[in-house]
């Protein structure tokens, strides 16, 4: 009996379906928001793992040949 009051504090389905156009907007908005937020980070993610990739293969190269020099 109380969860159909509750449930109702937090739907609303308005009898005027004109009131769902601003909320698709919005929604298309924060949607494509996102999506550019998303490939934003991934690009600078992938980035930064080839800075990672290049230092690892620098460090070991150095660490290498230091290894060879000592024989």
Known sequence: MIQPFI?????YFPED???Y?????T???FMIGAFLTMRF???I???EAMKAKELEE?????QHSQGNSEH
């Not at 620098?58 to 150095?62: F, I, P, T």
């Open 7 to 11: 449930l109702s504090l937090f739907l």
């Open 21 to 25: 156009g601003p909320a698709a907007v």
């Open 17 to 19: 379906k004109s009131e």
């Open 58 to 62: 620098k460090l070991m190269s150095q």
């Open 45 to 47: 993610s992938k980035r």
């Open 41 to 43: 980070i991934i690009k």
């Open 27 to 29: 929604f298309l908005i």
